[in-house]
């Protein structure tokens, strides 16, 4: 099966980001004098902010609102990130000089905001590789909803079945095959407890995906 364009989830897999997120998050956590346990932290990776933030007024009866959250666990990521020292998650720029190399399309699909995508987008120099991105404010519908895949690869002009999904969460993977997408699952050591079994592979570093499109594509 040829494919044309590889959809990058961000968090987890572009970098890994997600302990900056649960630095941010547990402190906020604080501000609100609420205990948030791992469990239910899992349950939010690879989801809307809105999404985790709605859930968490719901459960603990808090007075906020989710944008008034949402906002204050953005602003904090952006603040945070240039110092925060994360570095690309391993063989990531391997795998995008093999892309530009074949002649295959990247973009971003992700849950977060624009703006922090944006703030990743700079900090890891991938302004050459991206062609552009679909975010969590872009979509009515989050992960697993195939909605953020869907416009992904509208926004290139490729066919979803033309498209493979890099993620490292539960919730990506499935919307990635409601997608109609490839599907790489991707083992972040700091996204415990996510089920990638649904996924067409797994991998444990992002330079093996360039043997997964070779051996696909033939």
């Not at 570095?87 to 977060?112: H, K, N, T």
């Not at 050459?128 to 926004?155: H, Q, R, W």
Request: proline letters at 4%.
């Amino acid at each position: 099966m040829p494919i044309r364009a590889v959809l990058f989830d961000m968090d987890g897999v572009l970098l890994d980001s997600e302990p900056l997120h649960v630095k941010i998050n547990s402190g906020i956590y604080r501000e609100l004098g609420i205990v948030v346990d791992d469990m239910l932290v899992s349950e939010f990776v690879g989801r809307t902010s809105t999404d985790r933030w709605t859930r968490i007024i719901n459960k603990f009866n808090l007075k906020n609102t989710a944008d008034e959250l949402s906002d204050r666990q953005w602003s904090r990521l952006i603040e945070e990130l240039e110092s925060s020292g994360i570095g690309p998650s391993a063989g990531l720029y391997v795998l995008l000089a093999f892309l530009r190399e074949v002649g295959i399309r990247s973009a971003i699909a992700s849950a977060s905001r624009g703006v922090f995508v944006e703030a990743v987008i700079d900090y890891l120099n991938l302004r050459d590789d991206m062609e552009g991105s679909a975010t969590g404010d872009e979509v009515m519908n989050c992960k697993p909803a195939p909605d953020i895949f869907l416009l992904a690869a509208e926004k290139l002009g490729v066919a979803p079945s033309d498209c493979m999904v890099i993620e490292d969460s539960s919730a990506g993977v499935a919307a990635g095959k409601a997608a109609g997408m490839y599907v790489v699952g991707y083992f972040n050591p700091t996204s415990p407890g996510q089920d990638l079994s649904m996924a067409d592979v797994t991998v444990d570093n992002l330079a093996d995906v360039c043997g997964v499109l070779t051996k696909i594509s033939t």
